[in-house]
T-cell receptor, first 114, second 111 residues
Framework: SQQGEEDPQALSIQEGENATMNCSYK?????LQWYRQNSGRGLVHLIL?????REKHSGRLRVTLDTSKKSSSLLITASRAADTASYFC??????????????FGKGTKLSVIP | NAGVTQTPKFRVLKTGQSMTLLCAQD?????MYWYRQDPGMGLRLIHY???????AKGEVPDGYNVSRLKKQNFLLGLESAAPSQTSVYFC??????????FGPGTRLTVT
């Protein structure tokens, strides 16, 4: 079953603009992670935010987590053509059951136009 | 370090044939996973392993078997391939309860 659901499904922006992607989930989590997938490649881990954290930064990436709304957002600032990829959120169950697993959303496809 | 590698990269099978996909990691990770990725479906967990000699079912385990005889290897088997198993298969590994490292994928077509 899908836990995280990304929004929008697709996003097209100009180089230099900011890109914001959202993720909603249904049950309690231990942590939430964001991954990037370039076309035809495997996923690459971007950032992990724990359930007791509200915001995290890594370079041009900013992730927020609102556990009361069961949602997270990924902001990419000053986007580049090389940021063109699909972005997935993944949640780690907080209940103990299935705690080894990550559950992935369907992804947001970001296109950055030069 | 090679990270996570997968063999083969591409394969075409006829319905009913069998095959094994090999995943290897050189990061000494405890956990390993097999996912399938289908258009519009995201990644779905097939099986996973939390240590050498242990395996467990994920979200979509039917039609697949796995083995983890060595810590660095995780094998995914299809005993009798079906067209519904046409997909891209990804292996991943992780240290205990942390981010996952993915292989490049195996594109499988079952005709």
């Amino acid at each position: 079953s899908q836990q995280g659901e990304e929004d929008p499904q697709a996003l097209s922006i100009q180089e230099g603009e900011n890109a914001t992607m959202n993720c909603s989930y249904k049950t309690s989590i231990n942590n939430l992670q964001w991954y990037r997938q370039n076309s035809g490649r495997g996923l690459v881990h971007l950032i992990l935010i724990r359930s007791n954290e509200r915001e995290k930064h890594s370079g041009r990436l900013r992730v927020t987590l609102d556990t009361s709304k069961k949602s997270s957002s990924l902001l990419i600032t000053a986007s580049r053509a090389a940021d063109t990829a699909s972005y997935f959120c993944a949640t780690k169950d907080g209940s103990g059951a299935g705690s080894y697993q990550l559950t992935f959303g369907k992804g947001t496809k970001l296109s950055v136009i030069p | 370090n090679a990270g996570v590698t997968q063999t083969p990269k591409f394969r075409v099978l006829k319905t009913g044939q069998s095959m094994t996909l090999l995943c290897a990691q050189d990061m000494n990770h405890e956990y390993m996973y097999w996912y399938r990725q289908d258009p519009g479906m995201g990644l779905r967990l097939i099986h996973y392993s939390v240590g050498e000699g242990t395996t467990a079912k994920g979200e979509v385990p039917d039609g697949y078997n796995v083995s983890r005889l060595k810590k660095q290897n995780f094998l995914l088997g299809l005993e009798s391939a079906a067209p519904s198993q046409t997909s891209v298969y990804f292996c991943a590994s992780s240290p205990v309860s942390r981010e996952q490292y993915f292989g490049p994928g195996t594109r499988l077509t079952v005709t």
